[in-house]
């Protein structure tokens, strides 16, 4: 079905009385997350707190090739009838009426809830869906490489994968669940990227709280929570972080992986949601006018020169320091060679930072900003990130690309 008028959070929660000066801090998750391995497997048993019957299974066809017979085993086991509908591999309003189009005429079943099984798109597009007819979401991300199985909103992208804008929902996921085994057979680069995105979470959130200007994505002011929860997933991913590649590389789940699966899921998921974003992402975003950025990189790894970034315009060198060398380590991009732009490529600066600026995000910066401002803070990253290449070498970034 159509969505008549699109759900606004911040028309919720930005004003109390008419002005900007009481705007309350508000604090949105998830109702479960549950996250091991081989949780996979009790899928069915998860379900029936909601409690469902009927779920609708969204997958795409090699996800239901990988993990298709475990669910259905999981769901039999636990009396429930699923229908498993295929997901085509684009968030996009098309995709989205088509799975609206295919539940539709499977009207034999009382579906109740809606439960998407893979990656980022799929995700988003499955929580798109479930707001359509009315269900609560259930999501099961196959990667730990954003934050965006926590969040009660979806990205839309065109038919042809570009970026139309965010839509949000009234309701945050019912259920997150997080397989640690099927995070530890996926590649190690989505790992890395998805520490790029967690990383910046403290730091955008940090920024939004200090700017009593700043805003949360609902539009509400962070609350301490939150902080506090993007504080302790940038102290894991110090800690904990390469032990986690390196988990991933032996193919096994240990404490350390589930400390950074859980800090890029969980902890960046609330962090960044109840906490704000600023510099990291709005930068981050801008890369994608690059189309071979667009084409080439993950999010996390857009992100990770995005945060670079903001802590040199918000002059904190130290800072940009300590992340950029932990970056290196792990393979995350520290100059803009990494990310397929050169430095003396000033049109495609100016393309990315023209876009940067005009991000909503970026208004959570507490101070005026030009677009030259943004290009040297660039330049200074790069820079940086050099300099700790030839101290470190880039064998991080080399063994992921």
């Known amino acids: ?58 997958i795409s066809s090699s996800g239901e090739n990988r993990f298709g017979s475990f669910i259905r085993d999981s769901l039999r086991k636990n009396g429930l009838n699923g229908l498993f509908l295929n997901f085509n ?20 079943h009382n579906l109740d809830c809606v439960v998407a099984v893979g990656g980022g798109k799929c995700v988003d597009t499955g929580k798109s869906v479930a707001y ?12 730990a490489s954003n934050d965006a199985p926590c969040s009660a909103l979806s990205v839309i992208y065109s038919s042809e994968g570009v970026s139309q804008g965010a839509e949000y929902f009234p309701d945050s996921p019912a259920i997150v669940v997080v397989d640690s085994k099927i995070v ?32 949360t994505t609902v539009g509400a002011r962070p609350t301490l929570a939150a902080g506090a929860i993007g504080e302790l997933c940038a102290t894991t991913l110090y800690e904990y972080g390469m032990a986690g590649v390196s988990a991933v590389e032996q193919g096994i789940v240990n404490d350390a992986l589930e400390r950074i699966v859980e800090s890029n ?12 974003l600023a510099g990291a992402h709005s930068v981050a975003q801008a890369f994608t006018v690059i189309p071979k950025v667009q084409e080439t990189y993950l999010h996390g790894e857009m992100v990770a020169f995005g945060l670079l970034t903001q802590l040199v315009f918000e002059d904190d060198g130290a ?4 992340a950029a060398e932990f970056f290196a380590k792990v ?21 990315i930072m023209t876009a940067a600026l005009n991000a909503s995000t970026m208004r959570n910066e507490p101070m005026e900003l030009k677009r030259s401002d943004l290009i040297d803070a660039a ?3 790069d820079k940086i990130g050099t300099q700790i290449l030839d101290n470190y070498s880039d064998m991080g970034y080399s063994k992921l690309h």
């Open 184 to 215: 530890a057979e996926a590649p190690v680069r989505y790992l890395v990227s998805g520490m790029g995105d967690a990383m910046a979470t403290w730091y955008e959130a940090k920024t939004c709280f200090n700017n009593l200007t700043g805003r």
């Open 1 to 58: 079905m159509a969505v008549d008028k699109p759900f606004r959070p911040s028309e919720v929660f930005s004003v109390e009385d008419g002005t900007d000066q009481n705007v309350p801090r508000v604090f949105i998750s998830p109702a479960r997350y549950i996250q091991g391995p081989d949780v996979l497997k009790h899928i069915g048993r998860y379900l029936k707190i909601l409690p469902s019957s009927e779920p609708l299974i969204l």
């Open 319 to 322: 800072e940009a320091e300590k």
């Open 132 to 143: 359509r007819m009315g269900l609560p979401s259930v999501i099961i991300p196959s990667l």
């Open 265 to 276: 899921t969980l902890l960046s998921g609330l962090g960044f949601e109840s906490g704000g």
């Open 379 to 381: 330049l200074v990253v």
């Open 331 to 351: 393979g995350l991009p520290v100059n803009l060679k990494q990310l397929s732009v050169e430095r003396s490529d000033k049109n495609s600066l100016e393309r």
């Open 89 to 108: 591999g684009e968030c996009s309003m098309d995709e989205i009426e088509r799975i609206l189009s295919m539940a539709k005429q499977n009207d034999s």
